[in-house]
Every structure is written in C-alpha cells, then in structure tokens.
C-alpha cells in the first residue's frame, strides 16, 4: 500500500486531475468528499475504462481505492465491471483468453501449469502466452501465422485498423469461419466455412457478473447442419491424432471434467484459486440437465453457496492479503495534432448488437436508428459547416470512414463519437474500426477503441436519395464494382418492414439519373412507373406498382427534400390508394399522422413526432404521464431518457406572467 500511495501522491494534484477530465476542481472535490463520507459505495466501470491503452492501470486504479479504504467484500461496496460481453465471466472460467489456462490459471505460472498437464496427463503444456487479439493478426499479416479459426466473432469489422486486418486474413493460407449467418465481413474470406449454433439453439452453461452459473438449455432444434463449437473443435482434434482427450459425447461431459479441473489439487499444492466448483464434478447426466442456477465457489461437499467473497479478507495471493499495484498516470498512444486535431470515440447504441450481423436483419430494431452517424457537439458542428444529416468524413492515419452528422450538445467539443455496428456487408465506408488506431493496452492486449485522433470534414456528395424495394439490395451502387471495391460515396443498406433501404449519396450524378436509378431497382417487366422530375435540382420521385402494390421506390434530391423514411418504409408492400400515389410524388405523406418521424419505444413502435405531439397537446410534463398516454417507455425502459429529452424540448413554453399576477 505503501508504493501504491506513493504513486498516487507522485502522480498530480486533485486541481490536475479535475482538469484533465473536463471538471470544476469544486465537482471534484465534491465527489471525493462524497466517497470518503459513504461506506457503502460502488465503482460501475464499463468499457471507457477497458478499451484504453492503458486500460489495466485504470482498472488496478479502481482496486486500489477500494481496497485502501475498504469498500470491498462488504454489502453495497466494490468495483463492479460492466462487461460487454453477456458471458464474458464464463469465458474467463474457462480460460478464454491468450494468456490464460482454464479454471483461473496462467500459463506464466509454473505451478499453474504443472497442475493442469498433471491432471490432463499431458506430455508437454504451452510455457509461454499465447498471441492476444491485435498480435495474432499483425502475425498472420507478415506470414508467422498460416492457419486460423474464427469462432463467434466478426474481427474485421470489429478490431482496430480493420483494413489491415482484412488485408491480412485475405492472405492467410487458411481461414476457417465458424458462423451463423451465411454473409459477414469474415465469411467472405473463409475458405472454410462452417455452420455454427446460434444463441437458441446451443446446449450448456453461462455465468452471470454475480458468479452464477445457470443451465442454458436449446430452446430451438440446429438449422440444418450447424453444430455447437466444442463438437467441431473435438472432431478436429480426434483427427489429429487426440481421440482419447477429446471424447465428448455431450456438454455434461465438458463441464463434469472441467469442474473436476477447478477442484483439482485447489489448495494442496500452494496453488490456491478462487474459481473451484469441484461440488459439481460428479454430476450425473440427469443431474447436470436439472441443474439449478448455483453460485460459485461451490468446493466438494458444499451443497449451497453463500459465500461473499473477501469479507473478512482472505485474498487468493501466497500470504492471503491483497496486493494494491502501484500506477500513474500515463498518455495515450497518439494524441491530437494539427493534422488531426479531433478524437474519434466509439462505443455501441441502444437496439443493435455488435456487427449486426443478426439484429440488423430485424426492422423492428433498425427503426430507432437506421444508419451510421457522428456525433459533434454544436459547436465544433458550426465550426466545420456542417448541420445534422450532412455526410461526415473521418480520417486518421489508418483509414477513412464515411458517417450521417448528428449535433447533441451532450457531446464533448473537439470529440467526435460513432457507433461500432456497421460493416462491409451493409455499408460501402462506414465501418469504425478502419479508422481506430492499433495501440494496446501492454498487460491486456485490449485495444485503444476509445481515442484516436482523426481529421473530420464534410463530405462533398451532391446527390443524396434513397431506394426502398422488396429484394434486398447489395451494398454496391455499381453493377461492375469488384466484391472489395469501394463505391464512390456513402452507401448504406437499412432492412425496413417489408423489404430492404438502401440510402446514398454519390460524387457523381449519373447523367441519366432516372435510368440509374430504374437500373438499381431492377423491378419486373410487368410494373408500372410512376414518376417526378425535377432534374434542374436533381430531384427524382419514382414509384413502381405491380397490380397496385408498390414494390419499389426510389427519391433523389438535396437531403432537406426527401421525405421522412418510416413513412415511406410503411408504404412498401401495400396497395396504394389514389392519395397515396400523389403523396408519394410530391413527398409529403396526405395524412400528418402517417409520418410519426423515427421510432423512440422500440417496444410499442412509437415515433418521435407522435411523442412530440402528445406532449404539446395534452401538456404532458413527465416521462410517467408520456408512457400513461402512449405507453412508450413503460417496458424494457431504455428509451426514457430520450423521451425525457423530447419533453424538455417538445413542452410547450408556458406564457410570461405579468409581476401584478403574481401579487
């Protein structure tokens, strides 16, 4: 403790600190006095805290203050990781990362690797870490690394200066995907794809963030041939000669040997782990299907566990007491320049997943927010001239990506934040990670994903539409564009109610802009066109009808003429009226209420411009009184902030009262 206060007195004052956040030295002190003045306190860190390069000191930071003044072990009080992952503790256990041997052993320990090569009986165990993440491509890009199996993850899109490492993979002798779905960034550089087991359909157990594991049991039969990973990785080990170690028949199997590993010698041998569910190892088949949640640890004899850990201290080191790491503060790996004078923030949105390989099949989820967007604080939004829904370019020394502008004076000035989802398959130059600079963190190997100094400027795309069809769409606006070619602009593919979007803007405007876009559309020989042109402002309206239906629809124009997508969207599909057809011409939907702008509650399907309404006309102040009237945030309630937000500034501003009135 000594050293780790040392550190910290060595490192900068509180008044430094406060302004290396962006605080008043008075909130910080303000919040330090509140720390001191609150036993029961907890540290909820999350991903702005890991993905940093030097995201291990900050997260020993946290320990340290914790254990320092002892707000561990006890009800209320701990650091609390907020991982983004949903069984990233299971993932631990069971020894998921490089640097890690199953049941919370290293593999730098020597004596970790003894027990387990005893209990394995294995002639030889690895001495030395594997390679993280960010290493194992830059390996396979200089040729150290020729073979690779990708399980449950989409790196492509996902690690920092992605285009590296497609190049990379794209190079590599051998690429094995493991996938659920038939097109991702990395299925289209597979040379053997294999059809993997989707959430639903996989057999076995996860770990919660409280240490327990739960049964997880198929709720729907395999797709065809797809089968659970530990299936392919035994086959492929029986084959290479492992039959004998690799024998499972059934997920009891791997999980009674691996409970059996986590008891193992626990305590005998001075190797004393937290991790032991040793209780569990000898469940019987029927036993293992019935299994109730159960927390760990759960050691051989126990039948329930209560344990808090580190109550009474008690820590899992050689003499049991904890060890506090001294830190200070260091730079991050590259900082703003004149060249690249903003810093490029990237984190996840509220209705999508990861790469959105799954949930951005689902139009029920892309309506709240349907394409890429940078976020700028208004004023450095002024100072680049650039308003809300322009096309924004972000470029750092690795790459380039191509964004919709969004103004939120939440933002912090001189940053610029974008969202991680979008990839290759459904957008030509909006995937993030091409532009997020390769520094990690030296002990995690996490990536950087959270400042990289980037140049911003207004993309110069003087034709923005959009096409809306029952076919889905490629991302590609030209027909003779190779598979990894780049369109010339911006070019994103949004799956709607019935069918599929796909917004543009393009460089160049084709000189025959209505046979361009009849071209994308490709509808049958047998469907009416009907049509509005303004070609001196490069406005287009088509619409394609087959025996009254509309099946396709394409608009050009500046971007503040087209008309609101989820009116449109709703349009696809359905039997048009006469007042529809004009409407659909001169943009404007006949009946206001038809336009209810993007979609706020996901869950009940309720728009912006509904929202915006109800507050104006029935006076509603509170997000209580909105969800009683329109029931919007009152399920999952993800959207209450937002819709707090629309009441601040949809309320109707209340009439001065003169001073006499108020008497």
């Known amino acids: 403790i000594d050293a780790a206060l040392a550190a910290a007195h060595a490192d900068v004052a509180l008044a430094d600190v406060a302004t290396r956040l962006g605080v008043t030295p008075e909130a910080l002190n303000t919040f330090v006095q509140?720390?001191?003045?609150?036993?029961?306190?907890?540290?909820?860190?999350?991903?702005?805290?890991?993905?940093?390069?030097?995201?291990?000191?900050?997260?020993?930071?946290?320990?340290?203050?914790?254990?320092?003044?002892?707000?561990?072990g006890k009800v209320g009080a701990g650091p609390f990781s907020l991982t983004g992952q949903p069984n990233a503790m299971g993932g631990r256990e069971v020894g998921g990362l490089a640097n890690m041997l199953a049941a919370h052993m290293e593999i730098a320990e020597p004596s970790h690797r003894a027990l387990v090569q005893t209990f394995w009986q294995s002639p030889v165990i690895i001495d030395q870490a594997g390679l993280k993440a960010v290493d194992l491509f830059d390996a396979i890009a200089v040729g150290k690394v020729?073979?690779?199996?990708?399980?449950?993850?989409?790196?492509?899109?996902?690690?920092?200066?992605?285009?590296?490492?497609?190049?990379?993979?794209?190079?590599?002798?051998?690429?094995?995907?493991?996938?659920?779905?038939?097109?991702?960034?990395c299925t289209r550089v597979a040379d053997v794809l294999l059809p993997a087991m989707g959430w639903s359909e996989k057999d076995g157990t996860?770990?919660?963030?409280?240490?327990?594991?739960?049964?997880?049991?198929?709720?729907?039969?395999?797709?065809?041939?797809?089968?659970p990973d530990w299936w392919a990785l035994a086959q492929v080990a029986q084959k290479m000669g492992f039959a004998e170690g690799f024998a499972y028949q059934h997920p009891h199997d791997v999980f009674v040997e691996h409970a059996a590993l986590s008891g193992f010698q626990n305590d005998a041998t001075g190797v004393r782990r937290d991790f032991d569910i040793s209780a569990l190892a000898d469940l019987t088949f029927a036993e293992y299907q019935a299994l109730a949640p159960v927390q760990w640890p759960l050691k051989k004899g126990q039948t329930d566990s209560s344990t808090r850990l580190f109550a009474q201290g008690d820590f899992f080191t050689a003499n049991r007491r904890a060890r506090l790491v001294p830190v200070s503060h260091q730079p991050t790996g590259y900082s703003p320049s004149d060249q690249y004078p903003f810093v490029l923030n990237t984190g996840r949105i509220r209705d999508q997943w990861?790469?959105?390989?799954?949930?951005?099949?689902?139009?029920?989820?892309?309506?709240?927010?349907?394409?890429?967007?940078?976020?700028?604080?208004?004023?450095?939004?002024?100072?680049?001239?650039?308003?809300?829904?322009?096309?924004?370019?972000?470029?750092?020394?690795?790459?380039?990506?191509?964004?919709?502008?969004?103004?939120?004076?939440?933002?912090?000035?001189?940053?610029?934040?974008?969202?991680?989802?979008?990839?290759?398959?459904?957008?030509?130059?909006?995937?993030?990670?091409?532009?997020?600079?390769?520094?990690?963190?030296?002990?995690?190997?996490?990536?950087?994903?959270?400042?990289?100094?980037?140049?911003?400027?207004?993309?110069?795309?003087?034709?923005?539409?959009?096409?809306?069809?029952?076919?889905?769409?490629?991302?590609?606006?030209?027909?003779?564009?190779?598979e990894t070619a780049q369109p010339e602009g911006y070019v994103v593919n949004v799956r709607v109610g019935a069918g599929s979007r796909q917004e543009f803007a393009l460089t160049d405007v084709p000189s025959d802009l209505l046979g361009w876009l009849s071209q994308q559309v490709n509808a049958p020989v047998d469907a009416n066109r009907i049509e509005y042109l303004d070609l001196s402002r490069g406005v287009v309206r088509a619409a394609w009808l087959q025996a009254g239906r509309l099946i396709a629809l394409a608009m050009t124009g500046p971007a503040d003429t087209l008309p609101t997508r989820g009116w449109t969207d709703s349009l696809l599909g359905t039997v048009l009226s006469d007042s529809d057809r004009r409407s659909l011409l001169s943009g404007i939907a006949a009946d206001p209420a038809a336009d209810v702008g993007p979609i706020i509650c996901s869950c009940f399907a309720v728009g912006q411009k509904t929202i915006c309404n109800a507050i104006k006309d029935q006076k509603l102040s509170t997000v209580a009184a909105v969800g009683q009237c329109l029931k919007a945030g009152t399920n999952c309630g993800s959207c209450q902030s937002e819709i707090a937000k629309l009441i601040e500034q949809c309320a109707p501003i209340a009439p001065a009262v003169s001073p006499a009135l108020l008497g």
């Open 34 to 72: 509140w720390f001191i003045d609150t036993p029961k306190a907890m540290t909820l860190f999350s991903m702005g805290v890991n993905q940093s390069g030097q995201g291990t000191d900050k997260v020993n930071a946290i320990i340290n203050l914790h254990l320092a003044t002892g707000r561990i």
């Open 146 to 185: 020729k073979a690779v199996w990708i399980m449950a993850t989409n790196p492509i899109v996902s690690l920092p200066n992605a285009d590296e490492v497609r190049a990379a993979l794209a190079a590599c002798p051998l690429v094995v995907v493991s996938e659920v779905m038939a097109d991702t960034d």
């Open 206 to 227: 996860v770990t919660n963030s409280e240490r327990r594991i739960s049964r997880q049991r198929a709720v729907l039969p395999a797709a065809g041939e797809a089968r």
């Open 354 to 482: 990861h790469t959105m390989s799954r949930t951005g099949l689902t139009a029920r989820l892309t309506r709240h927010i349907d394409e890429p967007f940078a976020e700028l604080h208004p004023h450095d939004a002024e100072a680049l001239g650039v308003k809300a829904g322009d096309i924004l370019a972000l470029q750092s020394a690795w790459g380039q990506a191509l964004a919709r502008v969004s103004v939120n004076d939440g933002q912090q000035k001189g940053m610029v934040f974008m969202p991680i989802h979008w990839t290759g398959v459904n957008s030509s130059q909006s995937r993030v990670g091409s532009v997020v600079n390769p520094v990690v963190d030296p002990h995690s190997g996490q990536p950087e994903l959270k400042f990289t100094p980037v140049a911003l400027h207004k993309a110069l795309l003087p034709q923005h539409g959009f096409i809306c069809t029952l076919a889905a769409l490629p991302v590609s606006v030209d027909p003779d564009l190779s």
